[in-house]
């Protein structure tokens, strides 16, 4: 997916807000301003979204996961639509509280919520009562708003991706916190010190967030493809640098036997050297007496 000014003037990414609404640490991302809007500097937008996308698919390929936050309502679809697409988690109705900062808490309510959803189409569900299943159901429900899309979830999110920043200061402050870059759709209301990577563009305007997502998900997706590639490689590097199992060849016990054994002494020829017999005697003392 490749990114022009031609694409970011039609999504209406320039458009920021009101002047009277700005946020003067956004003054370098304002390029002008027009019937009372600043108009963002999309140049810098192409800029930020290439360095995000690079970084992204870097941190992505060794290992790190990524989470889309991004809970206001024009952008709760997209968000889960397109993180689902590329394999990255995400939150698209309300922020967890503690996920970075207790994240014991929230990894307990996520196990509990898959536990459940492990019981349905089981014995188990069948043997509940009406009441029980109730409120089973009830307390599902809330859990797949909650913890719904980061299911998957097993240790603190390493990268978070967010779409307003003033809309989910809770996250951008536990993630500070914690030292976990944050990747930020800046509108020129927000702080864009707040942020690891700012990307200055209109964060309210269907089209605008539809064009970032995708983006961002496009980065995320090919991430994922490098460190399949990764994982395999090291793989096979693996297989063939292991030792070689010693082979053992069976061994006949006799032969085995015979291999130890002691050689055979020579047997001792009898010495009859300087010894005569008895028929050399008796033919010698015959042949004296003539």
Same mark, same amino acid.
């Given at each position: 997916m490749n990114i022009t000014l031609q694409s970011l003037l039609e999504a209406g990414v320039h458009f920021g807000h009101q002047v009277k609404r700005w946020n003067p640490k956004m003054k370098e991302y304002i390029y002008t301003q027009r019937k009372g809007v600043h108009i963002i500097d999309l140049g810098q937008t192409v800029s930020a979204l290439e360095k995000a996308k690079t970084y992204i698919e870097t941190e992505v390929a060794n290992g790190k996961n990524i989470i889309f936050v991004g809970t206001k309502k024009q952008a709760r679809d997209i968000i889960k639509e397109e993180a689902e697409k590329s394999g990255a988690m995400y939150i698209n109705n309300r922020w967890p509280g503690g996920l970075i900062s207790n994240f014991q808490s929230v990894k307990n309510t996520i196990e509990? =919520? /898959?536990?459940? $959803? &492990?019981?349905? %189409?089981?014995? &188990? $569900?069948? +043997?509940l009562t009406k009441k029980e299943l109730a409120i089973l159901n009830k307390d599902l429900e809330r859990s797949e708003k909650l913890v719904g899309g980061i299911k998957d979830l097993k240790k603190k999110p390493d990268m978070l991706f967010v779409l307003d920043v003033k809309r989910e200061a809770n996250a951008i402050k536990e993630a500070r916190l914690a030292e976990i870059p944050v990747i930020a759709i800046c509108d020129t209301n927000s702080d864009p010190d707040l942020?690891?990577? &700012? @990307?200055? %563009? /209109?964060?309210?305007a269907m089209k605008a967030i539809d064009l970032?997502? +995708? =983006? @961002?998900?496009?980065?995320?997706?090919? %991430?994922?493809?490098?460190? +399949?590639?990764?994982? &395999?490689q090291k793989e096979a590097e693996t297989s063939v640098t292991a030792k070689p199992k010693v082979v053992v060849s069976d061994v006949k016990a006799s032969d085995h036997k015979k291999d130890h054994q002691k050689p055979e002494k020579p047997k001792e020829v009898k010495k009859t050297a300087g010894k005569e017999s008895h028929k050399e005697k008796t033919l010698k003392k015959a042949t004296s007496k003539k």
């Open positions: 509990r =919520y /898959n536990r459940v $959803i &492990a019981m349905q %189409g089981t014995e &188990a $569900i069948t +043997k942020v690891t990577m &700012a @990307i200055p %563009g /209109n964060d309210d970032f997502v +995708k =983006y @961002i998900a496009e980065a995320v997706k090919t %991430g994922m493809s490098k460190r +399949k590639v990764k994982e &395999a």
